[in-house]
């Protein structure tokens, strides 16, 4: 490909601001989660921000998240996920590299 240098995942990482906000934009309701089978959200997750525990239930660090929404596209149980952007000047911010 002329005209087009590939830049590494690191490069592109390292042009990311992540404004974390006090309050989760996104929220998981773990005991519907204990019943599910599936688990596509922690597959889906492009940041791995889904943990399975030790018991079941599913961890979500939202501080690094950048809101892609795949999580809540890819959930099969209805309310065990509850997405929305983050307040506003929070959240993802993309700088050009």
Known sequence: MSGYSQISFETRMDSVEFRVAERA????????????SVRGCIT?????????TSDGGIVFNYEQCFE???????CNTEGAIDWS???GGHGVVFHKT
Do not use: K, Q
């Open 85 to 87: 952007y983050p307040e």
């Open 44 to 52: 889906a997750c492009p940041a791995n921000l889904f943990v399975p």
């Open 25 to 36: 934009h996104i929220t998981v309701d773990d005991t519907l989660c204990r019943d599910c």
């Open 68 to 74: 892609c929404g795949a999580c809540s596209l890819a």
